[in-house]
Every structure is written in structure tokens, then in C-alpha cells.
């Protein structure tokens, strides 16, 4: 929805003048309409762009394909990038999902004496990430004889190469199920008193409990769908801990939550206390 009142405005800035000037890709942007719409006519941006004096590249083409802007649209940029269109072209955002896609991956049961088998594991998943991308070659500076537009292409390749070939173990990640079962004390949390239950991993190697949270901030929450748990979360915030809390004023003696992860430290999960 949210998509669709921007393109209106959109409309409105842009649209209501009888002349769309395009001085940079940029400009293009604002312009798209949202990527599942059906109806919109493109003969003005098309012909903004054909008469722009902005010398467009290959990577603006791609930052269009990225961003699933209309066919013709990348078509027009492609025709000034003098990058031969391609219909196949596909956003890496979408060739990455496909590339994870398909895996299979354990379902993990663990308690309080033994969930430091969750950040072992994702540990153990993460550095077969990064085996594989180091098995793709890093990309070469731009060659002496090289021109801008060539070095671009290549980098859209290398990109490309790059992931499809993390894309399995990123996939093993986000296929891992952790069911985890801990005890409960009441404890006071967000004002009030209520259940938590508390793991405190701080005795394990930093590295190794970054590498199950999955991302470099101090706290990182899931997204529950409880009806008895308010919160979960893993943090660096005094000590390693991962804890979940019940309801305030309520009652329990253990929590249960399912979690998965995506490769990129999203945490989801459904449980009670």
C-alpha cells in the first residue's frame, strides 16, 4: 500500500508537467511504479531517458534490473548504456534467493545444558559461507585497457558468481530448525515482573556467539508468534545471554520456542511459555 501512495505522489510531482527531465539515474526512481503493477504507461520516463544528456552505464541498468523497474524502462537505459538488452535479466536479489533455495537442514532439540550447540552449528554453517565465497576469485581491478562499461559488466559477473556460489550454505542456514526448551525464573524485565528464561553463553568465544546471532549490533530480537512469550532476543549486553520473557504478571516453569534464522541474522519463532 505504502508502495502505491508513493507512486501517486510520484505522479503527481512528476507527471503533472508536460516534460520529465532526467538529469540522473536518480531521477528515474521515484518515477517507477510498484513492482506488481499492472497497468502503466512508460512512453514519457522512456522518452525522458532517450533524450536525457546523462551518460547512462551498464551498473545503472542493473541497479534497474535490482530494482524490478518496467521492461521498457531498462530497456531505454540499456539502449543509451550501449548495454545489448537482455529480457533473461533477473534482480541478484532474486538470483540469491534461488540460489539457496532446496536445502535441507537438521532440527536441533536442546536444553539449558545444551544450546551452545546453536551458535557451534551456525558457526560451523557460516564458515562454509565463507569457503565458498572464497572459492569464487576476487575481482580484478579495472585492466589498463579496460573501459568503465566493460569493468562494469564484468563486475554484474562477478556478482552474479558470487551468489550462486554462497547460496547453498546460505541456504543450510536458513533450513536449520533449534528447538529449545529452558527453565523459567521470575525476574524483572521491561518494568514488571514476569517469566525468563536465561541462557548465559558468556563463557563461549565471542566469535562464536556473534557467529550464531548473527549480526554485529548488541541486541538481536526474534520475531515471535506467542501467545505467552512478549519478547526474545540474543545480546552482548552484559555477558552473552539469549533470554525470552513471558508475559508481565504472569506465571510459568519453562519456555519452548522453534527458531529459524536466515543468512542474514533474522531470527523467527513460534512457542509458550
Known sequence: MLGWILWIFALQAGFAADEIVIERPADIVPLLPPPDAT????????????????????????????????????EAVAQRAGEPYDPTWRPIDAIAAEARQGQTGETLKLD??????????????????????????????????????????????????????VGPAQGRI?????????????????????????????????????????????????SVTSSTIEHAEFSVNNGFRFEIWGRCGEV????????RRTHDGQWSGRGDM
Open 112 to 165: 539449558a545444558a545444551t544450546i551452545g550447540r546453536l551458535f557451534t552449528t551456525l558457526e560451523g554453517l557460516q564458515k562454509e559461507v565463507d569457503r565458498a565465497r572464497r572459492s569464487v576469485a576476487p575481482l580484478a581491478p579495472r585492466g589498463s585497457g579496460e573501459t568503465a562499461r566493460l569493468y562494469e559488466r564484468r563486475a554484474r559477473r562477478h556478482a552474479i558468481d558470487v551468489v550462486r556460489a
Open 39 to 74: 497497468q502503466w504507461d512508460a512512453s514519457k520516463v522512456v522518452e525522458a531517458i532517450r533524450v536525457s544528456a546523462y551518460s547512462f552505464t551498464p551498473s545503472d541498468v542493473y541497479d534497474l534490473v535490482d530494482r524490478q523497474a518496467p521492461a521498457r524502462v531498462v
Open 174 to 222: 536458513e533450513a536449520t530448525t533449534f528447538e529449545v526448551v529452558l527453565p523459567v525464573a521470575q525476574e524483572t524485565r521491561g518494568g514488571c515482573k514476569r517469566p525468563v528464561a536465561l541462557a548465559d553463553l558468556s563463557a563461549m568465544p565471542f566469535s562464536t556467539f556473534r557467529a550464531g546471532m548473527g549480526v554485529l549490533h548488541r541486541v538481536n530480537e526474534v
Open 252 to 259: 510459568a516453569e519453562e519456555a519452548r520456542i522453534v527458531m
